[in-house]
């Protein structure tokens, strides 16, 4: 599918590939780039590698993250305070990538990447190893340059649909999103719920547009959610749930283990060897 | 003008940039204003209100002794500070809480700085019978008591923001976060010419009513148009209220006033589009103070209706084009100049359109006699007395 300058297929695609006429159950971690600090973020992304997460979503911290509810916003805010940037993130993206499997991704508001350059930006992900990004306040109406930018250089572009998205949003977005399809869960931001409606219906609806992965995501906080998401899509984000892990941790020396060890719970919770 | 174009753009500001969950949404709201809008009732309505609730129209009065003072032009006030709950904010909050009705939608909320959009708000949600939720930063609830105690008076709930820098852009990050998980039963009336479309569009024509007036006084009084239009400029919805209708009237100077603080050359001024960039923030391609990574900055101005690092669209674009222009001016102007009318006039103005008095008093020399101005006096200081003597 990626054309342009990375020849090789796109981890995302490998990810959820289709093994014996079934597509693979992906796990999507999210975790906020920096918090509290960069070398923690790396040990941590060790962790999550070894743990089973198969995509690790790195966010890049924004001021005003109007998707996020407090856990991210606070996690972001702290790495924002030590003066985290993109150009940072990006380095940092090419030192660990090639010491895990999973696949890696970005997630971060438009503005940051908007003044980053988009052209830059997207070159700048194929060099150093990001295989797709998802931007939470980007919908495809206002995407057409980054689309092709990121279409050149063989990047994901993933989008967004809710349980608001009627026939012709979920048509739009099935068509221009890449790698896979962020579904969330609930009319709502970020954070880690109890509970999650019923969302069979909803994966349901997209189906019958689509046959790209669909992910779902906000509010999974723990391995039966975790279960129950997985019987309907392909893959599963977790990131409130996660950073509560970290920030509960946040100066132990154990930061990444304990990390990790989350992790490996709700991927034991999947029923699904690696 | 027939801007902004069907995607929401003035030339290359303006557009859709928020989550998706809140799409239809503003789908369902565009085409909904656009069938209000040619509906001889809904219009009908609109009027009824502006004439017996807001008490409109407003007075275009001539400062006499402000006149006096300055030495040069003629001096007109349009006293958007006698409309019902004391500002210019009335004219979005009854037009959209009309909409709301139309729609169906039982709960309204809104973001405020100065409180007198949360005012407002709170004003028509009690006189429509809906239920009402106003975000408003944590510091402005402390800098604007007044409006905060107004609002609860009206069976308002104020829900204070303590993210970021506690003020109006947080109170906006809060007022959609809450739209994107009630967006079924809530309807978001946003205060100013900012945000995603249709919102600079819409905020912009419930409030041209301003300039509409204006035009026609201006004709009456002086049987010729103004050679300038002066108003304060945070998210900017009293200037362009003031500004769109003479936008072809080429002769017409438009001047926005922005928040200076402490000084531009400072860190502490709220200038968006003196001293910011283009991106996106709110919802919108637009001017904003941001650092070179895009991170938002914070702001400051003794105004808390102007202490916002963005601005709405339509004004980027008449900075882009020239069709008007955008200058600071200082918190310890304003205040000189809210003084000052209070004294020599007997009107006491919000800090906020303090400003734009404060350029005319500060930039005497640059008018000359004979010429005419008019200032927007977008609203009343009664909110800001004893905090900031």
């Not at chain 1, 920096?34 to 992304?45: Q, R, V």
């Not at chain 1, 920030?247 to 490996?264: I, P």
Request: overall charge positive; charged content about 25%; hydrophobic content about 40%.
């Amino acid at each position: 599918m990626s054309a342009g300058i990375s020849k090789q297929a796109n981890r995302i695609d490998e990810k959820f590939s289709i093994l014996n006429g079934e597509r693979k159950k992906n796990l999507i971690v999210y975790i906020t780039a920096g918090y509290p600090d960069l070398a923690a973020t790396e040990k941590i992304i060790y962790a999550l590698d070894l743990a089973g997460a198969d995509i690790i979503e790195l966010g890049i911290p924004f001021s005003d993250p109007v998707a996020d509810g407090p856990t991210i916003q606070e996690s972001g805010q702290y790495a924002l305070k030590k003066h985290i940037n993109l150009a940072e993130i990006l380095k940092f993206a090419s030192k660990v990538k090639p010491n895990i499997s999973a696949a890696l991704t970005l997630m971060g508001y438009y503005n940051s990447i908007l003044q980053f350059g988009l052209e830059r930006f997207a070159s700048s992900c194929a060099e150093n190893g990001i295989d797709g990004i998802i931007i939470p306040d980007l919908i495809p109406e206002e995407s057409a340059k980054l689309l092709k930018a990121a279409k050149a250089v063989g990047v994901k572009v993933i989008f967004f649909l809710a349980p608001t998205s009627d026939a012709a949003r979920i048509k739009l977005v099935a068509e221009k999103s890449s790698g896979f399809i962020y579904c969330v869960t609930v009319a709502g931001i970020t954070g880690a719920r109890t509970a999650l409606p019923d969302f069979r219906k909803y994966v349901a609806r997209v189906r019958k547009f689509t046959d790209k992965p669909i992910a779902l995501g906000f509010g999974i906080s723990d391995a039966k959610l975790l279960r129950k998401v997985l019987k309907h899509a392909d893959g599963a984000i977790v990131g409130s749930a996660v950073i509560k892990v970290i920030t509960r941790n946040l100066h132990k020396k154990d930061l990444a283990e304990k990390t990790g060890s989350f992790v490996s719970q709700l991927r034991k919770g999947m029923n699904r060897p690696r | 003008m027939h801007l902004p174009d069907k995607r929401g753009y003035f030339g290359e500001f303006g557009g859709k940039f928020l989550p998706e969950t809140l799409v239809p949404a503003l789908r369902e709201l565009e085409i909904e204003y656009g069938k209000a809008k040619r509906d001889p009732k809904f219009l009908k309505e609109l009027g009824f209100y502006r004439k017996n609730y807001i008490g409109r129209e407003t007075p275009l009065f001539f400062a006499k002794r402000l006149t006096d003072f300055v030495g040069g032009p003629k001096i007109y006030l349009k006293r958007e500070d006698l409309a019902h709950t004391g500002s210019h904010k009335i004219n979005n909050a009854v037009g959209q809480a009309l909409l709301a009705l139309r729609m169906g939608k039982k709960r309204v909320i809104a973001e405020t700085g100065a409180g007198q959009h949360g005012v407002a708000t709170a004003t028509v949600a009690a006189k429509f019978g809906l239920e009402c939720d106003v975000f408003m930063g944590e510091e402005d609830c402390e800098r604007q008591a007044l409006n905060v105690h107004r609002m609860k008076l009206l069976g308002t709930r104020v829900i204070p923001v303590s993210s970021g820098s506690k003020t109006l852009k947080d109170a906006l990050n809060e007022a959609f976060r809450d739209w994107v998980a009630t967006v079924g039963h809530t309807y978001y009336i946003f205060g100013t010419v900012a945000g995603p479309h249709p919102y600079p569009m819409m905020v912009r024509d419930f409030q041209s009513i301003i300039g509409n007036e204006t035009r026609k006084q201006i004709l009456e009084l002086e049987g010729r148009l103004p050679d300038y239009l002066i108003a304060c400029v945070g998210g900017g919805s009293n200037s362009i209220g003031l500004f769109h209708r003479f936008y072809n009237d080429k002769k017409v100077k438009m001047i926005g006033v922005e928040a200076g603080g402490k000084g531009v050359g400072t860190k502490f001024h709220s200038a968006t589009l003196s001293c910011g960039r283009p991106g996106v923030l709110h919802g919108a391609y637009s001017y904003m103070l941001q650092d070179k990574n895009g991170q938002v900055l914070p702001t400051h101005s003794i105004a808390a209706g102007l202490d916002y690092p963005g601005v709405g669209p339509e004004h980027s674009f008449y900075k882009a084009t020239g069709r008007a222009e955008y200058h600071a001016v200082t918190d310890s102007e304003a205040l000189n100049a809210y003084h000052l009318l209070t004294r020599i006039e007997g009107i006491i103005p919000a800090l906020e359109s303090s400003h734009a008095i404060g350029y005319v008093l500060k930039n005497r020399k640059r008018f000359r006699s004979g010429e005419i101005v008019v200032l927007n006096l977008s609203g009343r200081g009664d909110k800001d007395v004893g905090r900031n003597i």
